[in-house]
Nanobody, 126 residues
């Protein structure tokens, strides 16, 4: 099993940037695709973006395309989410997740992932 711990959330203004980190420990991090999801109050958990085990493939949710970038450093067992041009509608708890199958391509759905962090709050004021 892998343990995931997110950090980097906070309160920012619209237009600002923020970088989230997700540190992994436990099973071999570099074998698994990783994803970021977010959940706003009263809404379902939403896919943000995903990255393959090697970092060579990235996929993005429509609402963040062109603004958010996912990356990973396998030597540091860490995946990052660089968020630029933040909007109030980006306010949510952000979760990182590890894919349940080694060497699989990153997925867009909750069922593609079986390990989740505790989440970090991002609040964007207008």
């Amino acid at each position: 099993q892998v343990q995931l711990v997110e950090s980097g959330g906070g309160l920012v203004q619209a237009g600002d940037s923020l970088r989230l980190s997700c540190a992994a420990s436990g099973r071999t991090f570099s074998m698994y695709a990783m994803g970021w999801f977010r959940q706003a109050p009263g809404k379902e958990r939403e896919f943000v973006n995903g990255i393959s085990w090697s970092g060579g493939v990235t996929i993005y949710g429509d609402s963040v395309k062109g603004r958010f970038t996912i990356s990973r450093d396998n030597a540091k067992n860490t995946v990052y989410l660089q968020m630029n041009s933040l909007r109030p509608e980006d306010t949510a708890v952000y979760y990182c997740a590890a894919n349940k199958t080694p060497f699989a391509t990153p997925g867009r759905f909750l069922y593609d992932y079986n390990c989740w962090g505790q989440g970090t709050q991002v609040t964007v004021s207008s």
